[in-house]
C-alpha cells in the first residue's frame, strides 16, 4: 500500500531534549516536505526537499533541521525544542521534483512540549 | 504579504444538497491550486488541482472552478454527503516557487 509514515503519532517531551520525527514514504517519490497546523493558522510548511541531498526552507524554518540521505526518508530534528513548537506536524511527499502533483501526507504527530 | 484564506470557517450543509467552499488568494502569480480534505485525526487527502490557464476542472463529484480575474477559486461538492464532513483547504503555488501556501480551512458540516 502506497503510503506516508511518520512515527510517533504522538510525543511529549520537555524543553530543550533533542528529538527526531521520522518520515518514510513508500512511493519512490522526489519531492518531501514537512508541515506544521496550528489553530487558525492552517499548515504552514517547514522545510522541503526536492531530492537526495537537495532540502530547503519553507516558510517556518526556524527551530528545525531536516535532511534527506535517502530517497525514501525525510526526518524532522528539533534540536532544542521550546513550547512554541507545541504543535501538530505533517509530512508530506509526491511524486514530482517540481511539486505540482498530488501529495500525499502521513498520520500526523502530535508534539507537546513542556 | 502572502496570504491564502477562506470566507467561511464552518458551512453546514444538508444531506444531498450541493456545497460551496471558496478561497481567496492575493498573489497573482500563483498558477497552480489545490483541494484538500482532513479528516478528523488523519493527515490531508488530495481532492483535486487546477492549473491556472484552466477555469474550470471536474472530478468525481467535485469541481473547481477559477477565477484569475479576482483571484478566487471554489470547490463544489454535488450531493454532498455524511462522508464529506471534514475539513477543507486549499493551497497555492507559484512557478519556480517550491513551496505551498495553505489557507486555514473550512469546516464541512454534513447534516442527515
Known amino acids: 500500500e502506497a503510503q506516508v509514515t511518520q512515527n510517533p503519532r504522538y510525543l511529549i517531551t520537555v524543553t530543550g531534549k533533542k528529538l527526531t520525527v521520522t518520515c518514510s514514504q513508500n512511493?519512490?517519490?522526489?519531492?518531501m516536505s514537512w508541515y506544521r497546523q496550528d489553530p487558525g493558522l492552517g499548515l504552514r510548511q517547514i522545510y522541503y526537499s526536492m531530492n537526495v541531498e537537495v532540502t530547503d526552507k519553507g516558510d517556518v524554518p526556524e527551530g528545525y533541521k531536516v535532511s534527506r540521505k535517502e530517497k525514501r526518508n525525510f526526518p524532522l530534528i528539533l534540536e532544542s525544542p521550546s513550547p512554541n513548537q507545541t504543535s501538530l506536524y505533517f509530512c508530506?511527499?509526491?511524486?514530482?521534483?517540481?511539486?505540482?502533483?498530488?501529495?500525499?501526507f502521513g498520520q500526523g504527530t502530535r508534539l507537546t512540549v513542556v | 504579504g502572502e496570504s491564502v484564506g477562506l470566507h467561511l470557517p464552518t458551512l453546514s450543509v444538508q444531506e444531498g444538497d450541493n456545497s460551496i467552499i471558496n478561497c481567496a488568494y492575493s498573489n497573482s502569480a500563483s498558477d497552480y491550486f489545490i483541494w484538500y480534505k482532513q479528516e478528523s485525526g488523519k493527515g490531508p487527502q488530495f481532492i483535486i488541482d487546477i492549473r491556472s490557464n484552466m477555469d474550470k476542472r471536474q472530478g468525481q463529484r467535485v469541481t473547481v472552478l477559477l477565477n484569475k480575474t479576482v483571484k478566487h477559486l471554489s470547490l463544489q461538492i454535488a450531493a454532498t454527503q455524511p462522508g464529506d464532513s471534514a475539513v477543507y483547504f486549499c493551497a497555492e503555488n507559484r512557478i519556480n516557487f517550491n513551496k505551498f501556501y495553505f489557507g486555514s480551512g473550512t469546516k464541512l458540516n454534513v447534516k442527515p
Open positions: 512511493m519512490n517519490h522526489e519531492y
Open positions: 508530506a511527499s509526491s511524486l514530482s521534483a517540481d511539486s505540482r502533483t498530488e501529495a500525499f
